[in-house]
């Protein structure tokens, strides 16, 4: 079975500062799908980034990126240029075919004034 | 972006009695949508796959007869929690997938705080 974990259930970052979210997995596939999303306090699910396996280049979205090690199984987020409403939760997931998911516990960053 | 729908927003029932929780796809069809339960400050978890047209599946330890799931339509999902008890009091959210094949999103409903008394 697959497993997402996300070492750090707390991260504080400071306004305009960057910050890099956790997450290591366990598969045995060669293709598959990574994912941030974000929750915030109305726990509404919004998709951050998404990364295909098969491909090498990282994922990047304005000011959030990611750091894909295939072999290693790492995928974390980097948010740079913090703004306070980038405070929530943030997930970690995995999807073999970009459906269901598997997420990890999560990280509540709070972004410090 | 796709917007996936759910009603109630919030819903507080008696213990015994069952609750259905609506999950459509408003702009897009969906022949599989995805239900997963959170508790406070925890992450996801699957609940069930639910097919259109097809039986639901239930990922392990699920109980299928208290979670009923339907999935009537391309833009309809529904999930039943019969004879509600209150450690089924939850954060229910669904979500669909809109691209289809490798460029597939899911997209989340905003959730379904369900508190059983």
């Known amino acids: 079975a697959q497993t997402v974990t996300q070492s750090q259930p707390e991260m504080s970052v400071q306004e305009a500062e960057t910050v890099t979210l956790s997450c290591t997995y366990d598969?045995?596939?060669?293709?598959?799908?990574l994912f941030w999303y974000k929750q915030p306090p109305s726990r509404q699910m919004i998709l951050v980034i998404r990364?295909?396996?098969?491909?090498?280049q990282n994922a990047t979205e304005n000011r959030f990126s990611v750091n894909f090690q295939k072999a290693a199984k790492s995928f974390s987020l980097k948010i740079s240029d913090s703004q306070l409403g980038d405070a929530a939760m943030y997930f970690c997931?995995?999807?073999?075919?970009?459906?269901?998911?598997?997420f990890g516990d999560g990280t509540t960053l709070t972004v410090k004034p | 972006g796709a917007v996936v729908s759910q009603h109630p927003s919030r819903v507080i029932c008696k213990s015994g009695t069952s609750v259905k929780i609506e999950c459509r796809s408003l702009?897009?069809?969906?022949?599989?949508m995805f239900w997963y339960r959170q508790f406070p400050k925890q992450s996801l978890m699957l609940m069930a796959t639910?097919?259109?047209?097809?039986?639901?599946?239930?990922e392990q330890g699920v109980e299928k007869d208290k979670f009923l799931i339907n999935h009537a339509s391309l833009t309809l999902s529904t999930l039943t929690v019969t004879s509600a008890h209150p450690e089924d009091s939850s954060f229910y959210i669904c979500?669909?997938?809109?691209?289809?094949?490798?460029?597939?999103?899911?997209?989340f409903g905003p959730g379904t705080r369900l508190l059983v008394l």
């Open positions: 979500s669909a997938g809109s691209g289809g094949g490798t460029k597939e999103t899911q997209y």
């Open positions: 598969t045995s596939e060669s293709d598959y799908y």
């Open positions: 990364q295909e396996a098969y491909k090498q």
């Open positions: 997931a995995y999807s073999p075919n970009a459906g269901k998911s598997t």
């Open positions: 702009d897009f069809q969906a022949t599989t």
């Open positions: 639910s097919n259109e047209g097809s039986k639901a599946t239930y």
